[in-house]
């Protein structure tokens, strides 16, 4: 059941909370200092166990820790209360982690007293926004703002920058088998691969799958396999002509004065057969007496 609307996005649900919706909270919040960016010891901040990032690359936190070892954390993290010393992080648990691989003491956050919907709104849409995003995970945060905020697909792209088709296409990626969403996460098998297996059952995805990361196929080579695998016949590419046939293609249509094709087959590629087009029988008889004459 839709919880509640996206609003303005990420922008809208950081800005302070204003005096009036603090005043009409059940109890009454600590002040925060306006909610102005404070250090915060690293070990009290746990990450959110409903984040919608799904993994965080060695390689990537590693490079984002030697940029804060050198400036520091330039952007504060966006954490609410558990307890009196303890927070939970609803945005930049990336940060956090990489300030860890760093030993800093402490991170600069702002803290604010957000309910349950608000913190996995914050996450999906801060999630959504990184350009490192797995596409695994990009495609459950999209199901999530459907599915859980009821919005439409459309509604969903106009907030991100996104096409709405881009956003229904990675929402299909949900229908694959988990094993082929892990192949796919783990970059085994592209997307263009991953949208030619939604056309087959559960068991041929996998099979398929399997099949295209063992013999590393492209995309192109993947699509005729799973062509043979549904019994239809693959795409071939288009040979380049014969030279040396397109020339007698050529002379024969001059001296017939009709145009002719000539096509080789055969393992040898040494036989072949003539066509000679006509339009009426009229034209048919032209060609013969041409002939006759030669």
């Known amino acids: 059941m839709p919880r509640q609307s996206l609003g303005k996005g990420l922008d809208e649900l950081l800005k302070p909370i204003s005096t009036t919706e603090a005043e009409t909270s059940t109890t009454t919040p600590p002040d925060y200092t306006k909610f102005s960016p404070k250090e915060l010891p690293i070990e009290r901040l746990q990450p959110n166990p409903d984040q919608?990032?799904?993994?965080?690359?060695?390689?990537?936190?590693?490079?984002?820790?030697?940029?804060i070892e050198q400036v520091g954390v330039v952007q504060p993290i966006l954490v609410r209360p558990i307890d009196s010393e303890n927070y939970q992080i609803v945005a930049g648990e990336r940060r956090w982690r990489a300030a860890a691989l760093c030993k800093l003491a402490t991170v600069p956050a702002v803290i604010r007293p957000l309910d349950d919907d608000k913190v996995l709104l914050v996450a999906l849409i801060e999630n959504l926004q990184r350009e490192d995003l797995n596409i695994v995970d990009e495609?459950?945060?999209?199901?999530?703002?459907?599915?859980?905020?009821?919005?439409?697909h459309g509604e969903i792209g106009a907030a991100l920058g996104k096409?709405?088709?881009?956003?229904?296409?990675l929402i299909r990626l949900r229908g694959l088998p988990p094993r082929v969403r892990t192949h796919l996460r783990n970059a085994d098998i592209e997307i263009g691969h991953a949208k030619l297996l939604?056309?087959?059952?559960?068991?041929?995805?996998?099979?398929?799958?399997?099949?295209i990361v063992k013999r590393q196929l492209s995309v192109r080579q993947a699509e005729n396999f799973i062509k043979k695998l549904k019994g239809e016949t693959p795409v071939s590419k288009e040979k380049t002509?014969?030279?040396?046939?397109?020339?007698?293609?050529?002379?024969?249509?001059?001296?017939?004065?009709?145009?002719?094709?000539?096509?080789?087959?055969?393992?040898?590629?040494?036989?072949?057969?003539?066509?000679?087009?006509?339009?009426?029988?009229?034209?048919?008889?032209?060609?013969?007496?041409?002939?006759?004459r030669q």
Not at 58 to 66: H, K, M, P, V, Y
Not at 163 to 169: D, E, G, K, P
């Open 52 to 67: 919608p990032r799904a993994q965080f690359h060695e390689d990537s936190l590693r490079e984002l820790a030697n940029t």
């Open 139 to 152: 495609a459950e945060a999209y199901f999530r703002l459907h599915d859980e905020f009821g919005l439409t």
């Open 163 to 169: 096409a709405r088709s881009s956003v229904t296409n």
């Open 198 to 211: 939604l056309g087959l059952t559960p068991d041929l995805q996998i099979l398929a799958t399997r099949q």
């Open 241 to 292: 002509p014969d030279p040396n046939v397109t020339s007698l293609q050529n002379e024969l249509s001059e001296k017939l004065g009709a145009p002719t094709s000539i096509r080789m087959f055969g393992k040898s590629k040494k036989k072949g057969e003539v066509a000679i087009r006509f339009t009426s029988l009229d034209e048919l008889d032209g060609i013969l007496d041409h002939l006759r």
